[in-house]
């Protein structure tokens, strides 16, 4: 074996190493950042996501976060339905945050007193992209500021997403309208 292909071996071994718990399990990446929420708020266009049954068919999504007087955070989920130009649908839910989690793990509910785990597993600095999932690794999302961030942008996310230990080829890359 050459020198190169030893070195990336031993690279994707220790990689592979530092993802899985003694028990052989997979290590569940937490929040690589504090997340100060007042940033956090607004509009994101979903990149991409883990392909879930309350989604399916959905195209030009969006997720929009505001503070409501209460504290909590409302939660407005926009989808089209079969593409980017389809009938909108849309699922109003409520969102908290967990307390002594830096404000990057919430819980969120669209169904009553049932919450979920919703944990911002990493952001951009400036708060123009945010990497969403969950302790199980049943559900993620690549948001964006941008509906259209373009193919090497995209590209950088979905890479960073697979760092954190995810399953991209599960990906569904999510079609937005074109910008206007």
Not at 39 to 68: I, N, S
Not at 120 to 145: F, H, M
Not at 146 to 173: I, K, N, S, W
């Amino acid at each position: 074996m050459s020198r190169a292909l030893t070195r990336l071996a031993i690279a994707v071994a220790a990689t592979l190493a530092a993802c899985s718990g003694a028990s052989g399990q997979a290590v569940v990446p937490q929040p690589a950042k504090p997340v100060e929420l007042g940033l956090y708020l607004g509009k994101w266009y979903e990149l991409a996501r883990y392909d879930m049954v309350f989604e399916r068919g959905c195209e030009g999504v969006t997720a929009e976060y505001a503070l409501k007087p209460d504290g909590m955070v409302r939660v407005l989920n926009t989808c089209r339905k079969g593409a980017p130009g389809g009938p909108v649908t849309t699922a109003e839910g409520k969102a908290r945050v967990v307390p002594d989690s830096a404000g990057a793990k919430l819980k969120v509910s669209f169904f009553g007193p049932f919450y979920a785990d919703y944990w911002v597993l990493d952001r951009a600095d400036d708060y123009s992209w945010a990497i969403v999932g969950e302790p199980t690794r049943k559900y993620l999302w690549i948001l964006s500021r941008d509906a259209t961030p373009g193919a090497e942008a995209t590209a950088a996310l979905v890479a960073r997403t697979a760092a954190l230990g995810y399953d991209t080829g599960r990906l569904h890359m999510t079609q937005q309208p074109p910008a206007p």
